[in-house]
């Protein structure tokens, strides 16, 4: 007489199997997810910057040793800013540091460089 079916032992090998590739599948998406916010993060800070940067140069002021605080409003909510402007050796250059931040926590951050002349 031939048993068919399987045994306990082969359906718990079967499910810690299952268990394990599920795992790994949850993980990765999780990383996706995370990967996918970040370069978001990067893209929308970058162009930001660029507007930032170019309302500050078209300004036509020339901007003060000392740092400056604030956000992008309603339509970018979460994105705020820190501007830094320092003097450089060079007469009429000064060093502007824009550093962006995204979070209640600021956990995601980039910073930006430009050296402005006076006109």
Known sequence: MSKKGFTLIEVLVALVILGISF????????????????????????????????????????????SEEGDFGEDYPGYKFTEKVESTPL????????????GEHSNLETEFTAFLSSK
């Open 23 to 66: 795992t790994w599948l949850i993980i990765g998406t999780n990383q996706s997810i995370d990967m996918a916010m970040r370069s978001k993060f990067i893209t929308t800070s970058t162009l930001l910057a660029q507007k930032r940067i170019a309302d500050v140069v078209s300004s036509g002021q020339d901007k003060a040793a000392g």
């Open 91 to 102: 007469e009429g250059c000064t060093k502007y540091t824009l550093t962006l931040t995204w």
